[in-house]
């Protein structure tokens, strides 16, 4: 089984979990599993290719927000809630929270 | 009197403010204006050349995070503390909550 790389808790670096999620449709694929919990890739109905896709996906992992679990063929995406959640402290329900906010301006 | 171009409140996205936080410099800039009140260009020492601070407080500045002031020949620069909060409420308190914990690992 392949295993993918994730940086150790203590390695998430704020400026990288920051990069993450300052893209649009980054920012949707985490705020779609942070309400609905683990997807699989298939899910994310994004406008972007599908390897444009997986480049966002990895960028959110070796930052540090995702965690992506593979079986068989599929891919498997969640929220390192906990990691980040002692790492830095009401960051990312900040952040979902003002993406909440965004998305009711559209 | 040159006035620098600054972007209204609602024009303020939230991708923008989180890749200007997104670096290490500019989150230094943010962390010490947002401790100390306003500051001039000047009065950042950072590890960078000169043009490459500008463009930092460039990019904070047009993504809607910090206001710059010009006065003769100096820059002044202070957070959007009004706006940001107004904006999306706690995220810039929660980005230099995260910013002081990983300034406190090294």
Do not use: W
């Not at 919990?37 to 298939?42: D, F, I, K, L, V």
């Not at 994310?44 to 599908?50: E, I």
């Not at 960051?91 to 909440?100: E, F, G």
């Amino acid at each position: 089984m392949k295993i993918l790389h994730h940086p150790n808790r203590n390695d998430i670096h704020l400026s990288s979990v920051l990069y993450a999620l300052s893209d649009p449709v980054r920012l949707s694929i985490v705020d779609r599993i942070a309400h609905q919990g683990e997807q699989p890739c298939s899910a994310f109905t994004t406008p972007v290719a599908k390897s444009t896709l997986s480049h966002h996906i990895r960028t959110l992992r070796e930052s540090g927000v995702v965690n992506v679990r593979v079986q068989g063929t599929q891919h498997f995406v969640t929220i390192r809630q906990e990691d980040l959640e002692l790492r830095f402290p009401g960051l990312l329900t900040s952040v979902i929270q003002a993406y909440k906010i965004s998305m009711n301006e559209d």
